[in-house]
Each structure stands twice: as C-alpha cells, then as structure tokens.
C-alpha cells in the first residue's frame, strides 16, 4: 500500500484521539469548577501553620543572628519578611513569570489551564503547567503526590483559601516559603544561600535569578550550569521589558551584567549551646524567639582557635577539647566550644572522638585549677600571702602501703610563702593548707561556688580534693573563676537575655581575699620557679591564670581573667586515654593566649582590681638562720593580718607527726639491689629549730638526728619504731611519739 493511504488513518485516529482526551479534560474542567464553587475550608492563618511544625523555639545571638537555622524542616520560620519589604521587581517578575492574572483569578486560572490542557494534547506530553501562585502554596501547605486528581483538589482548595484569604497575605507567605534547592525555603534564604546577601542588596539580574530558580529547584543549578540559568534571565528580562516593568536602561543592565554566585559561610555551630538554652528555658511558655547572650562572630572564631590547637596537639593523642568565654561583668556566655563540633555527620569528613558529647558540661578531674579556691579560704581563715608553709616531702599511708605526694617538678623548696605556693602550683604546700582549713570547710566552699558535681562527701575526698580529686565540668570551673574576677561575690552564668531570670547572688570570699588571689595568680614571678620566667601565662594585658593537670596526663586545663573577660578551657580525651604529657600549660593555655588577645584587640584594657583597703608591707620569703636575716619582698596585706610572715611554729595544724614509716606499713626489698645497700628513711614532721629526733628500733637505740630524717638499712622482719623529741632546755622531759609497726619482706 502507497504511503500515504498509511498516513491517512493514523492522521484521523490522532485527530480522534485529541478531540475525546479534550472533550474528557473540559468535563472536568467544568466539574471541578462546580466543585470548587461549593468547596469550603476553614480559615487559614499561615504564621500559626508553619510555627506550629517547628521543634523548638527560636534562639538568636546576642545581635539577633540565628542560632538554630535548620534547613532540613518543611517550613522557613526565620527568615521572614512582610510583603512590602520584598524589592518591586522581584514581586512583578515573580507574577509574570509565575501567574500573570494573579489579582484577577479567585485561585484558578481556568482560561491558563484550557489552553495548558490543549498544548499537552496537542504534543502527546506535558509541556506546560498552569498552575497559579494560590495553588503552589496549597502545594506547600498540603503536599500530595504529582497525579492528575491531587491537581483538581488543589485547585478546589485555591479557591476556597482566597475566599478567606487576602491576595497579598497569599502572595507574602509564598514568597517567604517557595522552595529552593540546598533545601531553601523563600527569598531571603534563597538570595543569602546564591549571593550571601540579603534581598534588598541584590541587583536587577540577580533578582531576576531568584525567580527562574524558583520554576525548577532540582534542575536548574547556578553553580554548575549557570549559563542555562543566564538565559532564562534575559528571556524573562525581555518580558518584563515589553510589559512595561523596566525600563530599557535596565534591560540593558541585566544583559550586559554577569552573576557572581557566592556561597554563605556555613552557620554558626552552637547545638550544645541551644541545648542547654532551651533546657534552662524549658518552664518558660510561648513560642516567642529567645536572645541569647552568645556572640555568633566571637563563636565562630573561638570554634577555629580551638579545633586548630587540638589538630596540632593530636599526634600528642588530644582529641577533645571545650572552651568557654564569659563577660566578667554581666555573667554572659559569649563563645561555647566544643571541638569538633562543626564536622557534621552529614559531612564525608569523620568526627572526632565524642564530638556530639558537650565537653563544657562532661566533669573531669580538675588537677591544681581548683587550688585557688582553697588558698582563698586559708587567706579567709587568717593567712596571708606572706604566710609560710613547708614544702618538703609528704608521705601518707595508703591501707598497707605509703603513698609519697611530690610537685610536678620533683623538686622541693621547704619553706616558702603562700603567694609562690599558689602561683607554682606547689602540692605539698596544698595538702598542708586542707589540713588547716579542713576539708569539709574547703569542699562547702566548693558547694557554695556552684561545684554541686562534687557530691561524694569529705570523708570520701579527703586531702586529695586539694589536689583536684573529684570531678568538675568546665562550665563550674569557669563560673567560680568569674566568681573571683567579680571580687568575691558569685553568681550564677547567664545564657539567655530574653527572658531574663533573676540570678540570686552570695558573698563566697571578701573583696580583699578575692583581689589578693588575683593579684598572685596574674604575678610573673610568683609563678617563676616553676614555669620560668618567660611562662606562656605571662600576657600583655594583667590577668590572673592559672593551669591545671590531672594523674596520668588525662585532663588539661587553663582558667584565666582580665579586668573583662573570664576564659576557661579542658583538653583531654572523652574515652579517657592518657594524651602524651600535655599539661596545662603546654596544651590549653597558648589557646587561652590567643582568645585574650582576640577579645582585646579593638577594646580598652585596665590592670585588675585590687582592693584599696590592702597595704604593703615587708614580709619574708625564705627563712633566715642565726646568722642572716630572711630574705624578703614588698608583700599586700589585708586589715589586721600582717605578720611579716608568720613563721613555721606558729602555723596552726603543725604537730609533730611521725610520717615514715607508717603504722601496719609494708616494705618490700629490691631483689635487684644488694641488701646493704637499701635504706629507708625515716621522717618526722613538724620538727622546730633546736630540736633533735632521737630515734629507737625493736628497742635498740639508732641515733640522734636534728633535721627529723635517718637512713636506715632495711632488714626483713617484722619492727617497732619509737621517736622522741628533745625539747628546749625548759622542758625536762623529751616527747615521745607513739609506737609504730610495720613490716619488711
């Protein structure tokens, strides 16, 4: 058969075809518009809508910078504007390009949907939609599966929405929550994700972007194929232009100009901070937006100071870390780091160790950052900072065993006043300060600067809490430091301005103690024979620092102030691995240095407070002997408490007390070493000049000593031990001390 008799039939099947499929679609066109006449829906109020689908409440910083953008929830509920706030263009390209008779239809354009209808026909596919503006948002508010029965009920439902609602409160919540790609929703999200500006800054061609990107999300891309999208903008610029919407010098400004897509900075990351936020604002009703008191700039550069230090520290086995800035005065959290935070796990990149673990909140053992503390409450109690205490070896038994307490140098300095005491991070003059003070005294004072993790009673802390035993979280350390920096006085941190609660305050020390304390943690050469003279503690600006070290090297920790800001910081491991002799001092605190100097750089810097009422006077600093004078410094003194520096035998909590060896002690021998070669000394503690140690064994008579020590050759067996003390001349009697056994294997 010739062709054409071929083509012919097919011609008029194709023909009958579209004439049934138009036939078909016009009964529905006009059932749905009989449908939509009668169909009612309930008012709809989109504020409350979208409001009501998101998780939480809104937490700005400080400046009002969000703090909670997400991107992954079906509504934008932070960057909102009204109507009028939307630049002219884009409102006018947005209906040309989207629906033309948008204030003229009642929510369907049937004339826009015929003629659709036919070109789909017509083509055998969809090459045209005719959906209006009140339709896509009945999309957005109720979204459905793309068939062709979801779009008759869209369209019942656009016309009874705009029975109830005004054309422009439609248009402005359309505009506000229109999707994009990256998972945007609306203008402002969309102008800040392409050109990291805001609406109102953005040029003719680039608003013009905004609207071709809005037809197709996931086709058009404006970083991978932005001259697809280049050409749709000069079309619909050309419209606009015959339409009369511009001018023809700025149809020649769009074609002439070229975008310049601009990805945003990622958004600050403080999800351990709104946590904690949100828990403190929990009883608070509403859903109104909360202001923190966090500054998103300081955050995110604190945020890189600290994942930089712990980068350069992991090959030294440190993978977390936390910091925490606080204004001194208001009690305001200004930056909450976790590190690692910012790697998220959506990212191809492999988090930290307990990155999604809130290190500023997690208790860790507080090393000699807590000393401070209870040096304050000796000062309290009646010490000075010229007050000797007696740095020589300490011992104390330990069940069966002897536990030797030692500084971290290994080096001893007898006696030396509390002022180099605190500043060298000394532990023996530590433990003789909690035995003056008492340990249940120290840990109420503990209690009372907010440490309520240290719940485990005295008897179980005993002395060790002088040395940081127990476990404090960074977020307490800090606010009893500020405690300090406030002259004394506590009072709980402050994360939120909106709504402000009331903070209760207390007096923990006096205003003198407080000032002294701080004048001595901030004194280079307090600290100088211990951390030399060029101490990374030692900055520009006076602040008072001070630097903390756990057993085994698994916590690290610096606190430090200045006459504005309180920072605390805490490097470790989360699993509890020992990091590679990284202290206080060589860890945390050149971080410590480098936030100081960032919060400094643009603001006025003064020395500390120190109070008015303290004096200066002469105080020694190491004991004299019958032949020369104590050497001696200029020293600050509260009212009534100078002393020149008290001397040993007036120390309260000195008496003498037989130190090794202990009772029920166990000695082992070296099988390693030749047996008359290994001694034991024996020590005395609280012995005073003039006075000699006479020391007995199983009854046997060993010696005389002035200095309370003996070497004794270790023998096996089991042994008493009996020393006696010769008094001075008016005292006719020596005393003897207890008896004590103890036993050589």
Not at 382 to 388: D, K, S
Not at 692 to 701: E, I, M, P, R, S
């Amino acid at each position: 058969m010739p062709p054409s008799f071929r083509i012919r039939p097919l011609f008029w099947r194709r023909k009958r075809l579209q004439t049934i499929a138009f036939l078909t679609g016009g009964f529905f066109l006009l059932l749905g518009m009989a449908t939509a006449l009668s169909f009612h829906s309930p008012d709809t109020d989109f504020r409350s809508l979208f409001l009501s689908q998101t998780e939480g409440r809104r937490i700005t910083d400080r400046n009002g910078a969000p703090l909670t953008l997400s991107y992954q929830s079906d509504w934008n509920t932070d960057d909102i504007l009204a109507l009028h706030a939307f630049p002219d263009l884009l409102r006018s390209a947005f209906l040309l390009s989207e629906d033309r008779r948008f204030f003229d239809h009642s929510g369907v354009d049937w004339r826009a949907r015929a003629g659709a209808l036919w070109q789909n026909i017509r083509h055998g596919q969809t090459v045209r939609g005719a959906s209006t503006i009140t339709e896509q948002v009945i999309r957005i508010l109720h979204p459905r599966p793309r068939t062709l029965w979801s779009k008759w009920i869209e369209g019942m439902e656009a016309v009874a929405l705009e029975r109830t609602t005004s054309k422009a409160t439609i248009l402005e919540f359309y505009l506000n929550q229109v999707p994009y790609a990256a998972n945007r929703r609306g203008i402002v999200q969309a102008a800040r994700y392409y050109f990291d500006r805001d609406p109102s800054t953005l040029s003719p061609r680039e608003l013009l972007a905004l609207v071709v990107l809005a037809r197709a999300p996931s086709g058009y891309d404006l970083y991978r194929n932005p001259g697809q999208v280049g050409r749709k903008i000069d079309s619909l610029a050309n419209q606009a232009h015959l339409r009369g919407l511009i001018d023809s010098q700025t149809l020649q400004t769009i074609h002439s100009a070229r975008l310049a897509p601009t990805l945003p900075p990622d958004p600050v990351e403080s999800r351990h901070f709104t946590r904690q936020v949100r828990l403190q604002n929990a009883d608070f009703p509403g859903k109104s937006p909360i202001r923190s008191t966090l500054d998103a700039t300081l955050q995110t550069r604190a945020q890189t100071l600290l994942d930089r230090r712990v980068k350069s520290l992991s090959h030294r086995n440190v993978h977390n870390a936390a910091a925490l800035v606080v204004d001194r005065h208001s009690g305001d959290v200004l930056a909450w780091v976790v590190s690692g935070a910012t790697r998220r796990p959506d990212q191809k990149i492999p988090l930290p160790p307990g990155a999604e673990i809130d290190t500023v909140t997690t208790p860790r053992q507080p090393g000699s950052a807590l000393k401070p503390f209870l040096y304050g409450l000796a000062l309290e109690k009646g010490w000075t900072a010229g007050t000797m205490i007696d740095d020589s070896p300490l011992a104390e038994a330990i069940g069966s065993g002897l536990h030797r307490f030692r500084n971290y140098s290994n080096v001893h300095y007898g006696p030396i006043p509390l002022r180099e005491a605190l500043g060298n991070s000394l532990n023996i003059p530590a433990l003789r300060t909690i035995r003056h003070v008492g340990t249940q005294n120290y840990l109420n004072t503990l209690h009372a600067l907010g440490f309520d993790m240290l719940d485990r009673g005295a008897a179980v802390y005993d002395e060790g809490l002088a040395l940081g035993d127990g476990e404090v979280s960074l977020f307490a350390l800090v606010q009893a430091y500020t405690a300090l920096a406030n002259g004394g006085l506590f009072r709980p941190l402050r994360l939120s301005l909106s709504p402000d609660r009331k903070r209760e305050s207390r007096r923990i020390y006096s205003i003198e103690t407080a000032s002294l304390l701080a004048n001595i943690l901030s004194d280079p050469t307090a600290r100088q024979i211990e951390f030399g003279s060029d101490s990374v503690l030692n900055l520009p600006v006076q602040t008072a620092a001070k630097t903390g070290t756990s057993t085994g090297y698994r916590d690290a920790w610096v606190a430090g102030f200045d006459d504005r800001y309180v920072v605390g910081i805490w490097m470790g491991n989360l699993d509890r691995s020992p990091m590679d002799t990284v202290t206080g001092s060589t860890g945390p605190a050149l971080t410590m240095r480098s936030l100081f100097a960032l919060l400094n750089r643009d603001g006025q810097t003064r020395p500390l407070y120190l109070s008015p009422r303290l004096h200066q006077a002469q105080s020694c600093i190491r004991p004299g002997t019958t032949s020369t004078p104590c050497a001696l410094r200029t020293e600050w003194f509260a009212p009534g408490t100078h002393d020149e520096g008290a001397p040993l035998s007036s120390l309260p909590g000195r008496p003498l007390e037989l130190v090794r060896p202990t009772e029920g002690l166990h000695i082992a021998q070296d099988p390693r070493i030749p047996e008359k070669y290994q001694k034991f000394r024996f020590e005395l503690a609280g012995l005073m000049p003039g006075q000699k140690a006479q020391w007995t064994l199983d009854g046997a008579f060993l010696g005389t000593t002035p200095d309370g020590k003996f070497l004794w050759p270790v023998k096996k067996g089991a042994h008493r031990l009996s020393v006696s003390v010769s008094e001075s001349p008016s005292r006719a009697a020596p005393q003897t001390l207890p008896l004590v056994h103890f036993i050589v294997k």
